[in-house]
């Protein structure tokens, strides 16, 4: 989680609220993507970015390499949206794989 | 219908036995790759293989071996199992690398 660090490491959301996760990053990444992980286990692709910004339903996503970091929004908070999420960057050696954080464990309460 | 299969989903093996894990993937993707998820550690990448040859720089032990017999498939094999070897592994294949799509992991657990 060094070289990549989520904040924050835990969040509690109140159904309808909105709030903002934050990666930075510590190699040179050229593109970074964010995962859900839902309580079943299962990692969920929800964005593959390159330097800008991409927006699915309540999800907005940006990703800036020349400052080194990227955000993730939900808007409007929903029960389904608990679970923890994880970013991972690139790094142009595509050999390296992905590098993660830690995650961000989110809890939506109604 | 699952994209990715891994199996099995569970596995319990003991202190230096063998045991393979395997990953089918039916979404056409080029390339693929193997991560471990342990309690308290970050998602960690294993390997990862492009047109079904393994590329340069992978991080894990030699007890680790992937193997691939088909396009679609990235089987692992585990020799000498460990206690600390317990975790999930994920397996994982993009397009180019560009988004990735995982599956649901096997849990491996060594006793």
């Known amino acids: 989680g060094d070289k990549v660090k989520q904040s924050p490491s835990a969040l509690s959301l109140q159904e309808g609220t909105n709030s903002a996760l934050r990666c930075n990053f510590s190699?040179?990444?050229?593109?970074v993507q964010w995962f859900l992980q839902n309580p079943r286990g299962s990692l969920i692709n929800l964005f593959y970015l390159v330097p800008g910004t991409k927006e699915n339903g309540r999800l907005k996503s940006a990703f800036d390499s020349k400052e080194s970091y990227s955000t993730l929004h939900i808007r409007d908070a929903q029960l389904e949206d608990s679970g923890t999420y994880f970013c991972?960057?690139?790094?142009?050696?595509?050999?390296?794989?992905?590098?993660f954080g830690l995650g961000t464990r989110v809890s939506v309460f109604p | 219908d699952p994209k990715i299969i891994q199996k099995p989903k569970y596995l319990v093996a003991v202190t230096g036995s063998e045991k393979i894990l395997i990953c089918e993937q039916y979404?056409?993707?080029?390339?693929m790759y193997w991560y471990r998820q342990s309690a308290k550690k970050p998602l960690e990448f294993m390997f990862s293989y492009s047109y079904q040859k393994l590329m340069d720089n992978q991080t894990a032990s030699s007890r680790f071996q992937p193997q691939s017999s088909k396009k679609n498939h990235l089987d692992l094999q585990i020799t000498a199992l460990k206690p600390d070897d317990s975790a999930t592994y994920f397996c994982a294949s993009s397009q180019d690398h560009s988004d990735y799509t995982f599956g649901s992991g096997t849990r491996l657990l060594v006793i």
């Open positions: 979404l056409g993707h080029n390339a």
């Open positions: 991972a960057a690139e790094a142009r050696n595509y050999a390296q794989g992905l590098t």
């Open positions: 190699i040179a990444a050229t593109t």
